[in-house]
């Protein structure tokens, strides 16, 4: 019901998302999906990739700050307003969003987000039946 997702501390500063992708590219880690978030100072760059990981060994090794957590990631056929009604089915149920991005992957929407009460957003999941993915489920898809 949730895969890994690498979330990269970067400067916002020329070169240090470079960096991490050079490195990541290095391993020969795939990304699948991503998304970055601003401040003033620095990034987040949140991954969905290959081996999550591997990927934060790398990247400590070389001095770059970095986390592996879990995160929900549901699929959704492709067509307009099926992100809409699963997002219903989670505010209904009282349950925030902290941040979601979203994907094609295999002709399947794939919304990837974290809430603020896992165990109400996995009931829901489930009531639901939700189609949701696991990791080994992404490499096989990418």
Do not use: W
């Not at 990034?43 to 400590?60: K, M, N």
């Not at 991005?101 to 639901?128: C, H, M, N, P, Q």
């Amino acid at each position: 019901m949730t895969v890994h997702q690498l979330s990269v501390f970067v400067e916002n500063k020329s070169g240090t998302l470079l960096k991490v992708l050079e490195l990541l590219k290095e391993a020969e880690i795939q990304l699948i999906a991503s998304t970055i978030s601003d401040t003033v100072e620095y990034g987040i760059y949140r991954i969905i990739c290959s081996d999550p990981e591997r990927a934060y060994q790398t990247l400590s090794k070389a001095g770059i700050s970095a986390n592996v957590s879990e995160v929900f990631a549901i699929t959704l056929d492709n067509y307009p307003g099926r992100a809409a009604d699963a997002i219903k089915s989670f505010t209904d149920a009282g349950i925030g969003i902290s941040y979601l991005y979203s994907f094609l992957l295999a002709g399947k929407g794939i919304l990837v987000f974290r809430t603020d009460d896992s165990e109400k957003t996995r009931d829901v999941i489930t009531k639901k039946q939700m189609s949701y993915l696991e990791d080994k489920d992404l490499n096989n898809m990418a």
